[in-house]
Nanobody
C-alpha cells in the first residue's frame, strides 16, 4: 500500500505565498516523478508542475516564474513553493507520483488526497 500525503494548502490573499508538500510512503521501490495537478470548480484538471528523479521539470505556462517545484529523493518528498499567488490559482491541488512498488516491475500513478488552495482578498 502506498500513500501520498499532502499538506500546506490554505487561504491567502493575492500576492501571498504557500508551500505545498507531498510525502510518499509505503511499499515504494522507486519514484520516477512527482508533481501536482489542480482542478477548479467547472474546470478540467491540469498539470501544474512535475519533477523527475533526473531533475527534469515541467510547469504549466500560467505558473512559470511564480511557482518552484523541488524534490528530496531520499525522503520521497516533493515541495511546491507558490509565490505571487493569484485568484485564478484557486483550486484543489492533487499530488501525483509515478512510482514502482516493491515486488512490481512497472510504474503506476498514485494520487494524494488533495489540498485546497484559495486565493482571495
Amino acid at each position: 500500500q502506498v500513500q501520498l500525503v499532502e499538506s500546506g494548502g490554505g487561504l491567502v490573499q493575492p500576492g501571498g505565498s504557500l508551500r505545498l508538500s507531498c510525502a510518499a510512503s509505503g511499499a515504494i521501490f522507486s519514484i520516477n516523478s512527482m508533481g501536482w495537478y489542480r482542478q477548479a470548480p467547472g474546470k478540467q484538471r491540469e498539470l501544474v508542475a512535475r519533477i523527475t528523479t533526473g531533475g527534469t521539470i515541467d510547469y504549466v505556462d500560467s505558473v512559470k516564474g511564480r511557482f518552484t517545484i523541488s524534490r528530496d529523493n531520499a525522503r520521497n518528498t516533493a515541495h511546491l513553493q507558490m509565490n505571487s499567488l493569484k485568484p485564478e490559482d484557486t483550486a484543489v491541488y492533487y499530488c501525483n507520483a509515478m512510482l514502482r512498488t516493491i515486488g512490481v516491475d512497472t510504474y503506476a500513478n498514485y494520487w494524494g488526497q488533495g489540498t485546497q488552495v484559495t486565493v482571495s482578498s
